[in-house]
């Protein structure tokens, strides 16, 4: 689906303050991705031999971060580029979700989760337009990444 002018402002006037919240915003995202989906956690080793809940795990903490601010940028520079991310960062995130065995219905689960970590961190920016543009944003996200790896 097309990423409209009005979509991108949308995104990109709330990228602005959602990005200030990354950390809490992303490690959100990634909990919510678990309690629909618990086995996902054994896709990360730095899960699997440590004694924190997950909610105080620094090292998920911090790669969350990382995963949602990649997840923001793409959207944000998805018009002007045309692309949603640069073609070597997409050969490294097409191989890794190769090896994991990720599909379709693995990026609708985080959809869900996406959206809704969006919906919490939006506060009164929050529409269902805003909703739908950061939906179209990540398919184009998704459909690059599984361009990848089909
Ligand atoms: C894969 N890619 C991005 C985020 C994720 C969160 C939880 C599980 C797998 C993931």
Known sequence: MEFTEEQEALVVNSWDVLKNNSADLGLKFFLKIFSAAPAATALFSYLKD??????????????????????????????????????????HLGAVHFKFGVLHEHFQVARKALLE????????LWSPALSNAWGVAYDHLVASIESQIK
């Not at 018009?79 to 960062?89: I, P």
């Not at 970590?117 to 009164?124: D, N, Q, S, V």
């Open 50 to 91: 440590s004694k924190v809940p997950l909610d105080q795990n620094p090292k998920l903490k911090t790669h969350a971060t990382i995963v949602f601010v990649m997840i923001g940028e793409s959207a944000i520079q998805l018009r002007k580029t045309g692309k949603a991310m640069d073609e070597s960062d997409l050969k």
């Open 117 to 124: 970590t969006i919906k919490e961190g939006g506060g009164e």
